[in-house]
């Protein structure tokens, strides 16, 4: 099938690529010419694990290629799929101007009948205005083309993006117009493995789908980070509770983390965008509300455990970063946790040095020259004189550290564990001062540690 790629992000790229891979004739499209350039000299703008090779790969069969130039876009694919930003706007609901734009590209340029796929994540009710804006330009061109507009959104996770694209849990179409499900459902067959895997469903319910389900991973985890909280107050050991819960398989173990808050380009900006939609209506999501007051607060957690060790004042004081990314496995910085961190490090006339195996490009890049602020090429290096560790980010090569050695660097033996990698007892035992988020104090098996292992509230 010929399908055009509006914006070859995360999402656009990854789609364009794993589409290919099944045979399709993909062209992406993006305005950023710089990323055009970079795609059509044999490069990859953004981290994720195994996409150079699926590119390559189709860029070699031909099956993939790039432009800038949208009427090229326009003309070549029968799928149309809108995979551009929709970011935050200043009050928090989605802003739609790139996808209102590519839509009226598309509108202002077609000549036969296309679908119309919004791929990005889109507030309800979004399909109608992407209608809309192609037949007010057809409209001006008085020229009757056929059209459909499918909501096809996205639930691959950064860091394993291509393996989540071809193996999906679930693909869901919203739609009306039978001959646009039909190609829908001929372009997805491939990605089925012998299981119905497609979820058919009108428009409305398909957009407010993709907000629901981050909203609900989104709500798990501050609901985690919340109990933390409350069993470091309490002595007990919130790894101890997940397991616990987690065995109800109405709960379960996965996404059930507790750490130093959620980041990355979703989570934060869809749960506003749902809340901002709902006040739109008139409904106060009063859970939602929550989740974000309390995410906001559990960014700072890691700093406030730096300040009760060290006082308000850290001038002369000195911490190793490990982790700038939101995750692991990619190098996406945005809302991510260390960049909280690390402001209030700095404010407080700390000095930081940072490692992250990808992400240090795009630090220097959001951070500049600012003072106190350097980077090291490896984790030990990073530690060099340090008076903490503080881990940020859950990278595997943080894991299983050279403990004897990480102590020989540090300039006190504290680990900050922002993201309960290390088993708090193993790390005890070579005289580190360990504490984890919501994990039980030294020599606690989970009894009741009374008021001294109390923590302040961590603003939540
Ligand atoms: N990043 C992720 O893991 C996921 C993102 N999404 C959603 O997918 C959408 C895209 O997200 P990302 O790929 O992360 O964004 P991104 O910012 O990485 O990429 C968007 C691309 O669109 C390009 N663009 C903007 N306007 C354009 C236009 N009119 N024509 C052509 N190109 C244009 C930009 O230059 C940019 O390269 C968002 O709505 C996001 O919420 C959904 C699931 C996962
Ligand atoms: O709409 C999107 O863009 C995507 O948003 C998330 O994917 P992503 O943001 O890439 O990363 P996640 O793995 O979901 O992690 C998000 C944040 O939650 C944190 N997290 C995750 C899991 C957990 O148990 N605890 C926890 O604190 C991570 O550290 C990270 O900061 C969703 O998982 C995807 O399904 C969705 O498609």
Redesign the pocket.
């Known amino acids: 099938m010929k399908v055009s790629m509006?914006?070859?992000?995360?999402?656009?790229?990854v789609t364009g690529a794993c589409l290919a891979e099944m045979g399709n004739d993909v062209l992406c499209?993006?305005?950023?010419e710089n990323?055009i350039r970079i795609l059509e000299s044999g490069g990859i703008p953004?981290h994720e694990p195994g996409l150079d090779a699926v590119v390559a790969r189709n860029v070699k069969a031909g099956r993939l290629r790039f432009t800038s130039d949208?009427a090229r876009s326009v003309a070549h694919g029968t799928l149309q799929f809108i995979?551009?930003?929709?970011p935050p706007d200043e009050d928090g609901s989605?802003d739609l101007q790139?996808v209102l734009?590519?839509a009226r590209?598309i509108g202002r340029l077609m000549t036969d009948y296309k679908v119309v796929v919004d791929?990005?994540?889109?507030p309800v009710g979004t399909a109608d205005k992407v209608r809309a804006v192609l037949a007010e330009e057809l409209g001006k061109r008085g020229n009757p083309v056929d059209f459909a507009v499918v909501s096809n959104?996205?639930?691959?996770?950064?860091g394993a993006?291509v393996d989540d694209f071809m193996r999906p849990d679930r693909i869901v179409i919203g739609a009306d117009d039978e001959r646009a499900i039909l190609l829908m459902r001929a372009l997805y067959a491939p990605f089925q493995r012998n299981h119905e895997r497609l979820i058919t469903m009108d428009v409305r319910s398909a957009e407010l789908t993709?907000y629901a389900a981050n909203a609900m991973l989104a709500t798990r985890i501050s609901f985690m980070n919340e109990l933390a909280l409350l069993a470091e107050r309490m002595g007990a050991d919130i790894e101890r509770v997940r397991l616990g819960i987690g065995s109800d398989p109405r709960i379960g173990t996965h996404f059930l983390y507790a750490g130093a808050g959620y980041g990355?380009?979703?989570f934060p900006?869809?749960v506003k965008a749902l809340i901002h939609t709902a006040a739109g209506e008139g409904q106060q999501l009063e859970v939602l509300g929550a989740v974000e007051r309390a995410n906001d607060a559990q960014k700072r957690v890691l700093g406030q455990k730096v300040l009760r060790r060290f006082g308000d004042d850290l001038a002369g004081k000195h911490f190793a970063l490990w982790g700038l990314a939101f995750k692991p496995n990619t190098d996406?910085m945005r809302e991510a946790t260390s960049r909280v961190v690390i402001d209030d490090l700095l404010s407080r006339g700390a000095t930081v040095c940072a490692y992250d195996p990808v992400a240090i490009t795009e630090a220097k890049r959001i951070f500049g020259d600012r003072p106190g602020l350097s980077y090291a090429d490896t984790p030990l290096a990073a530690a060099d004189g340090a008076d903490a560790l503080l881990v940020v980010t859950e990278w595997m090569e943080f894991r299983s550290p050279d403990f004897t050695e990480l102590k020989a660097k540090l300039r006190q033996p504290v680990i900050l564990d922002g993201r309960n990698i290390f088993d708090p007892e193993f790390v005890r035992a070579f005289g580190f001062d360990y504490e984890g988020i919501g994990r039980a104090p030294a020599g606690e098996a989970g009894g009741n540690a009374g008021a001294d292992a109390g923590q302040p509230g961590a603003g939540a």
């Open positions: 509006i914006g070859t992000g995360y999402v656009g790229l499209l993006d305005v950023d990323k953004i949208i995979a551009v930003g929709t989605a790139y734009a590519a590209n791929k990005s994540t889109v959104p996205e639930f691959l996770k950064e993006a993709k990355g380009s979703c900006k869809d996406d």
